[in-house]
């Protein structure tokens, strides 16, 4: 694989998420833990209701190339098709060292699909009347670089002009030296403060995670809990997720599969199955399933815990300069699919919904290094998504990388 050296770390980074809950004025609780995975559960589309032979052959096809031609080690894929059938396939490897196969039972590490739940408790306290999205952030977290004129709304459609703290050399040089090390949203904003804004707020799209952390702390600020907490009483356990949560630190349930990434100093790859993602937090630090992913798709998509006015503000999506893709509030509109991607050392996600055709697409596999230039989760997601459905395929997501 390609040396990236730091420079290319800034140049990628981007997609890194936010941190960890706040230090002193609310502990750092973790959510109740995931219940065991089901094994042989609506995953296996067994019964008579997978695609059709043809579909599923030329999709075992597609996986398989694209998988070799991107170098993935492990891949999992998950189509829903309401009236056609169903596709899970697992390939390639979840362990380099062991041989162990890629299985589709089993925890992931979803990366920036963490921002579409943070937002959705949000725009709960939208709804609820407990915040209100043109609310500029100083009135909820002080000493924010202009932060008397940039509102939540601004936030949580990254056009803030805050710079994104996971493109500070500081921060890259810190992160990847000690990589196990635990963070605060208070340093993690340090970094991003050091340096001024971008440009004036709402002029433009530019995506960063210094937007999620400052929401995770909204949210913690209004409620009174943790965030973890909150998500899991007021997301997560409401839409019917059973394998999903935000981590406090480095744990990661088993079954999962080791994630491998060449974001290191040297460029050479490494296993970061066990690196902290607490810098992560708000934006990118949450776990979960497949077939939690797959419920949640259509969940956030069609706006099940929203008021139908909070979720059209949310689907309200602006150009990105990346053809192809719109982001509304903590989403993406990618011709079409609906959702998020993720990605972290180690690992990355797709979970998109296709309105309109009751649609769901998954992907996760345990690499985030790029092949050429292009996440390899894209890759993987244009490459299924021509197949199944050709008038809106896959564009990309919306970060440098993609």
């Not at 230090?23 to 065991?36: E, F, G, H, I, Q």
């Not at 031609?69 to 998950?78: C, E, M, N, S, W």
Request: charge should be positive; aromatic fraction near 6%.
């Amino acid at each position: 694989m390609r040396r990236r050296t730091p420079r290319r770390l800034l140049a990628t980074a981007l997609l890194l998420a936010a941190a960890a809950p706040a230090p002193s004025a609310l502990p750092a609780t973790a959510a109740p833990a995931p219940v065991p995975l089901r094994h042989g559960g609506e995953g296996d589309c067994r019964g008579g209701d997978g695609l059709p032979p043809a579909t599923a052959e030329r999709l075992d096809a597609t996986v398989e190339k694209v998988r070799r031609q991107a170098g993935i080690p492990g891949l999992v894929v998950g189509v829903r098709m309401p009236g056609k059938g169903c596709y899970v396939r697992a390939t390639g490897v979840a362990d380099k060292r062991t041989g162990r196969p890629m299985s589709a039972d089993g925890y992931i590490r979803i990366g920036s699909e963490t921002k579409t739940f943070t937002v959705t408790a949000l725009l709960q306290l939208v709804d609820e009347g407990k915040v209100g999205l043109d609310d500029p952030i100083d009135d909820y977290v002080r000493g924010v670089p202009n932060g008397h004129r940039i509102t939540l709304r601004q936030l949580a459609g990254m056009r803030s002009g805050l710079f994104p703290y996971t493109a500070d050399q500081d921060f890259l040089r810190d992160m990847l030296s000690d990589p196990k090390r635990p963070y605060t949203p208070w340093e993690l904003l340090s970094y991003g403060y050091r340096h001024p804004n971008t440009f004036r707020p709402g002029a433009t799209f530019q995506y960063s995670n210094s937007n999620l952390v400052l929401l995770g702390l909204v949210i913690e600020k209004v409620t009174g809990r943790p965030l973890a907490k909150v998500l899991h009483e007021r997301v997560i356990r409401p839409a019917g997720l059973r394998h999903s949560f935000l981590p406090k630190g480095a744990e990661f349930p088993e079954p999962h599969p080791r994630g491998y990434t060449d974001q290191t100093l040297s460029g050479a790859v490494a296993d970061a199955t066990d690196w902290n993602p607490s810098w992560a937090w708000a934006a990118g630090g949450m776990i979960s399933d497949l077939d939690d992913l797959h419920r949640w798709a259509k969940v956030v998509a069609t706006g099940e815990l929203l008021s139908p006015a909070t979720q059209a503000q949310r689907l309200k999506t602006l150009p990105t300069g990346f053809p192809g893709t719109s982001y509304g509030l903590g989403i993406l509109n990618t011709n079409g699919w609906i959702g998020h991607n993720g990605s972290l050392p180690g690992y990355e996600t797709v979970t998109v919904y296709l309105p309109s055709q009751k649609a769901t697409l998954v992907v996760m596999l345990n690499t985030d290094a790029l092949s050429g230039g292009q996440e390899p989760s894209t890759l993987v997601a244009r490459a299924v998504t021509e197949v199944i459905t050709p008038k809106n395929v896959y564009a990309g997501s919306v970060t440098p990388r993609g």
